[in-house]
């Protein structure tokens, strides 16, 4: 966490293999993301990443392939210390992620003994753990969450949300047009709404652009998911290949 702002940055990791996950951790990430929804990983692969990331002492986030309840416990079992649940649209989407998060009476998550819970060892520790340090971000993008946004932000064990914005854009049919002023205007209702209520406000700096960056810290975000491996990798190779060969 970046002690100036306060900004908290992370980044998504698409490609399943450790050395991904270490590098991003040194390279002084406050927290990296799992990516489910958008890639080809595994849970046993997202197993070996969470446990890189955790032992790498970066806080390990997990984002889903959809607002599933068993695959929300799976991953929280694997030692996910953050959920990112896409497309939330409405109350009821809120409550279902909260409900898959924790155990009765909070929720409705089913016990059992796994790595998050040190195989049996520390239950009781685990659960006392989870209650105060659980992040739980929805992610609002699509055009019918802003129609709902009240009642989304208003859900208790919300921590915060991440816009994504091209489903956001694309929902709007408008498909990776970020400089559309509609859809600025759509970010913006977000973060006035959002302001009433104390959660950490993301959002997706898709490229590598620390001038986006810091557009986006002026705005009010203090939770970046900053570009992706992917991106990142071919941002530096192609810069890499245009200096020696230029």
Not at 2 to 31: N, Q, R, Y
Not at 84 to 107: K, R
Request: include cysteine; aromatic fraction near 6%.
């Amino acid at each position: 966490m970046s002690k100036k702002k306060k900004i908290s940055v992370g980044s998504w990791i698409t490609l399943g293999h450790p050395s991904i996950a270490e590098i991003m951790c040194k390279a002084g990430f406050d927290w990296l993301a799992v990516d489910l929804e958008h890639s080809s990983i595994t849970l046993k692969e997202a197993e070996e990443l969470i446990r890189i990331i955790n032992l790498c002492k970066v806080k390990p986030f997990v984002r889903l392939t959809s607002n599933n309840p068993d695959q929300i416990k799976r991953v929280l079992d694997s030692g996910a210390e953050g959920i990112i649940v896409p497309m939330v649209n409405n109350h009821q989407d809120a409550i279902n992620a909260v409900e898959a998060c924790y155990y009765p009476p909070l929720g409705k998550r089913s016990v059992g003994l796994a790595r998050a819970q040190k195989y049996g060892v520390s239950l009781n520790e685990y659960i006392k753990w989870k209650k105060k340090n659980l992040t739980l971000i929805v992610q609002i993008e699509h055009i019918n969450a802003v129609e709902n946004l009240e009642e989304i932000f208003s859900t208790k064990k919300i921590d915060g949300y991440m816009i994504g914005p091209y489903d956001l854009s694309a929902s709007m049919g408008i498909p990776g047009d970020f400089k559309n002023k509609k859809l600025k205007n759509i970010i913006n209702k977000i973060v006035k709404k959002a302001s009433k209520f104390k959660l950490k406000k993301g959002i997706h700096v898709v490229e590598p652009n620390k001038k986006i960056f810091n557009e986006k810290i002026k705005q009010g975000f203090d939770m970046i998911a900053y570009s992706l491996d992917i991106r990142m990798l071919d941002v530096a190779c192609r810069n890499i290949i245009s200096e020696i060969k230029n």
